[in-house]
């Protein structure tokens, strides 16, 4: 793609102008379609690079020419899009996609490869093997399933051309492809090199940019962190990462909870969806029934509800460290995922 610096300001106008109009004509049916969209050439774009050049201390014209090479990729707008209305959530199919064979025997090889890391990850962060086995085997199978997408083509697209039908998270990606651009000044790789998930994230641990810039450590001290190859790296990583996010040593994921019968009660206790917030004793109080170890626990509680279609849903309590887990994914049913895929591994390794 030709660099914005050789172009006058009227032609990347006319560009833009061209894109939208394209754009609104038809979609492009595969990622290798001729491209619709020039990076290089949108006055938006050149705004942007300039702008993370000055913040970041970078060198414009390597920043421009990153973009420059970038290409709107139709799939990642159509993986970026939300399940279709009305598709029910259901906790024994989610699991089933990851509790399974393949991730377990996996899990077991990779445990046994690395039981050195992992007991040093736990001695340093208190996070035990089977949560950072469960974090690694949910997201990547162990480094099987990385991403294909080249990361500055995911994040540019994302950051300039985020598609309409749910809500605009373009400020979300331009941070992260800002923080791209550090990560590979950081480490002294070229910007159109590394390939990752369709939203930029990246390895066996799939840190977005912002997460390997904050929380990923070179725990095999290399004098490089790689989140690729070194199993070391992604270990430490992982258990830094949750350590970060106020994992407690000792302490379990979650309890046994029968929930209110209590309607009221119920939704009272599910108000705060997965933020703990209720001791043990303001969960009985509401009509909950818990175990001696819950009761005898001290982190804050929350009723974690999980449908299971059809059929009546699942709860657990989950604590503090639950809730850690979902810093690297929203989602209750993401780190019930984890912690069953973790506990699974741990079993099957004896």
């Given at each position: 793609?030709?660099?914005?610096?050789?172009?006058?300001?009227?032609?990347?106008?006319?560009?833009?102008?061209?894109?939208?109009?394209?754009?609104?004509?038809?979609?492009?049916?595969?990622?290798?379609?001729?491209?619709?969209?020039?990076?290089?050439?949108?006055?938006?774009?050149?705004?942007?690079?300039?702008?993370?050049?000055?913040?970041?201390?970078?060198?414009?014209?390597?920043v421009r020419r990153a973009l420059?090479?970038?290409?709107?990729?139709?799939?990642?707008?159509?993986?970026?899009?939300?399940?279709?209305?009305?598709?029910?959530?259901?906790?024994?199919?989610?699991?089933?996609?990851?509790?399974?064979?393949?991730?377990?025997?996996?899990?077991?090889?990779?445990?046994?490869?690395?039981?050195?890391?992992?007991?040093?990850?736990?001695?340093?962060?208190?996070?035990?093997?089977?949560?950072?086995?469960?974090?690694?085997?949910?997201?990547?199978?162990?480094?099987?399933?990385?991403?294909?997408?080249?990361?500055?083509?995911?994040?540019?697209?994302?950051?300039?051309?985020?598609?309409?039908?749910?809500?605009?998270?373009?400020?979300?990606?331009?941070?992260?492809?800002?923080?791209?651009?550090?990560?590979?000044?950081?480490?002294?790789?070229?910007?159109?090199?590394?390939?990752?998930?369709?939203?930029?994230?990246?390895?066996?641990?799939?840190?977005?940019?912002?997460?390997?810039n904050k929380y990923a450590v070179?725990?095999?001290?290399?004098?490089?962190?790689?989140?690729?190859?070194?199993?070391?790296?992604?270990?430490?990583?992982?258990?830094?990462?949750?350590?970060?996010?106020?994992?407690?040593?000792?302490?379990?994921?979650?309890?046994?909870?029968?929930?209110?019968?209590?309607?009221?009660?119920?939704?009272?206790?599910?108000?705060?969806?997965?933020?703990?917030?209720?001791?043990?004793?303001?969960?009985?109080?509401?009509?909950?029934?818990?175990?001696?170890?819950?009761?005898?626990?001290?982190?804050?509680?929350?009723?974690?509800?999980?449908?299971?279609?059809?059929?009546?849903?699942?709860?657990?309590?989950?604590?503090?460290?639950?809730?850690?887990?979902?810093?690297?994914?929203?989602?209750?049913?993401?780190?019930?995922?984890?912690?069953?895929?973790?506990?699974?591994?741990?079993?099957?390794?004896?």
């Open positions: 793609m030709v660099s914005a610096l050789c172009l006058l300001p009227t032609v990347a106008a006319a560009e833009t102008a061209r894109v939208k109009s394209t754009r609104k004509r038809a979609a492009v049916p595969t990622d290798n379609a001729p491209d619709i969209v020039t990076y290089g050439l949108r006055d938006d774009v050149v705004r942007f690079a300039d702008g993370v050049a000055e913040r970041r201390d970078l060198d414009a014209a390597w420059a090479q970038a290409r709107f990729i139709p799939s990642v707008t159509r993986f970026i899009m939300p399940p279709v209305a009305g598709t029910a959530k259901n906790w024994a199919a989610y699991r089933a996609r990851f509790v399974e064979p393949i991730r377990i025997r996996a899990g077991v090889a990779f445990w046994r490869a690395n039981e050195r890391w992992l007991a040093q990850a736990e001695e340093i962060y208190g996070v035990p093997p089977e949560v950072v086995v469960g974090v690694v085997g949910v997201e990547s199978i162990f480094g099987r399933q990385m991403g294909n997408f080249r990361v500055i083509d995911a994040l540019a697209t994302l950051a300039f051309d985020f598609p309409a039908g749910r809500k605009d998270r373009s400020d979300f990606f331009k941070d992260e492809l800002e923080n791209w651009f550090v990560l590979c000044k950081s480490e002294g790789i070229d910007p159109a090199a590394w390939r990752g998930s369709y939203a930029g994230a990246l390895g066996m641990a799939q840190f977005m940019p912002s997460s390997f070179d725990f095999d001290g290399d004098g490089h962190v790689d989140l690729h190859t070194s199993a070391a790296d992604v270990i430490g990583s992982v258990a830094n990462y949750l350590a970060e996010f106020g994992w407690k040593r000792g302490l379990a994921t979650r309890f046994d909870v029968q929930p209110p019968t209590e309607t009221s009660e119920r939704a009272a206790l599910l108000a705060p969806d997965i933020v703990p917030t209720f001791t043990a004793a303001d969960m009985v109080a509401h009509g909950a029934r818990l175990g001696d170890d819950a009761l005898a626990c001290e982190s804050l509680l929350a009723l974690v509800e999980l449908q299971n279609g059809d059929a009546a849903p699942s709860y657990v309590a989950g604590t503090t460290n639950f809730y850690a887990i979902t810093r690297y994914n929203w989602s209750s049913y993401y780190a019930m995922a984890v912690i069953a895929l973790g506990e699974a591994t741990r079993a099957a390794r004896g």
